[in-house]
């Protein structure tokens, strides 16, 4: 892989990283925009497999060998840059979007609504045509539900190790899935505040505990998707979209604390040009990950192209 490619998977990461900790941005939107989502998922998908065949083979003297096939069967010349990006990525954003998000919650849910919004352009592309109907109607449920998820009113739950568990597992969806908010399902359930205190404050306690869940989470779903990618590609992907579309609720710029959306107030003019910025940014993003899979994917027929004989 080319250093200039490297690069862009550790930029990859970093939007990644930094879409995790945004409530109503999920970290595998950006991941499917980028062009990363189905490797992710592959990769994830060979890593559980791989633990899986430790914990029976080795105890059982059968060593080290489908565990290892696994691991080499995942495409880490793409997860590490990707993971060396995501940890900057969502450091960063814990100690500066928070206070963002204080400050200025309408002019930054502008901006993330563009963001959002100009992303469900890719899981509805990657779905094909024609849609067929049980696709709309996929998606049409999966946006109602969507919609009435991010309008539950916040609750406030205490951080005990098992209560922490649950939700790090369940979070941890938004690596996985597309249109669904870790951060913003902590939001709702009162554990965003304590876990960006805990980030930012390097409680390894809390922070191992979060993990373990995030581990118990993925082994648990990621499978699940992954079959659905194989079995049902356009029926999941239609889901996805209408899951994006259904987020978008918690992203609009006027809302009371108790999640009621409002007519638009003020500050229109610089929520709006937010708006457009963000939309902007993606599509770029959308339209230059296009662009290169094309080009690859024309040197690739040149390169095996037969010669002509004249």
Request: aromatic letters at 6%; glycine letters at 10%; proline letters at 5%.
């Given at each position: ?103 200025y ?49 916040q ?22 899935m597309?249109?669904v ?8 359930v ?45 029926m ?37 040009a ?32 037969p010669?002509?004989?004249?």
């Amino acid at each position: 892989m080319a250093l200039g490619e490297r690069v862009g998977h550790v930029l990859r990461g970093g939007a990644i990283g930094v879409a995790e900790a945004v409530p109503g941005v999920s970290g595998g939107t950006i991941a499917l925009v980028t062009g990363v989502y189905e490797r992710l998922i592959v990769s994830a998908g060979h890593v559980v497999n791989a633990v899986r065949y430790a914990a029976s083979d080795v105890p059982r003297g059968r060593g080290w060998t489908r565990a290892g096939h696994q691991m080499r069967q995942a495409h880490w010349d793409v997860v590490i840059p990707l993971m060396i990006g995501m940890v900057p990525g969502l450091l960063l954003a814990a100690k500066l979007l928070e206070p963002l998000l204080t400050g200025y919650p309408e002019h930054t849910r502008g901006l993330f609504l563009g963001l959002v919004l100009a992303s469900v352009l890719v899981p509805v592309s990657m779905v094909g045509k024609p849609w067929r109907r049980r696709e709309v109607v996929g998606l049409v449920i999966a946006a109602a539900a969507a919609f009435a998820l991010t309008g539950l009113p916040q609750a406030t739950l205490e951080p005990r190790p098992m209560i922490l568990l649950i939700a790090a597992a369940v979070a941890v969806c938004a690596l996985v899935m597309p249109g669904v908010s870790g951060s913003f399902l902590l939001l709702t359930v009162g554990l965003y505040e304590p876990t960006i205190a805990a980030l930012n404050d390097r409680d390894w306690g809390y922070l191992a505990i979060f993990a373990t869940g995030m581990v118990i989470g993925l082994s648990l779903f990621v499978k699940l998707l992954q079959w659905l990618l194989d079995k049902h590609r356009r029926m999941t992907l239609a889901v996805m979209s209408g899951a994006l579309i259904g987020s978008l609720r918690s992203l609009w710029p006027w809302q009371s604390e108790d999640r009621t959306l409002q007519a638009p107030g003020d500050g229109i003019l610089a929520i709006t040009a937010l708006f457009l910025l963000g939309f902007a940014v993606v599509l770029a993003m959308v339209i230059a990950e296009r662009r290169r899979v094309n080009r690859a994917a024309q040197a690739l027929t040149e390169a095996y192209e037969p010669t002509q004989v004249r």
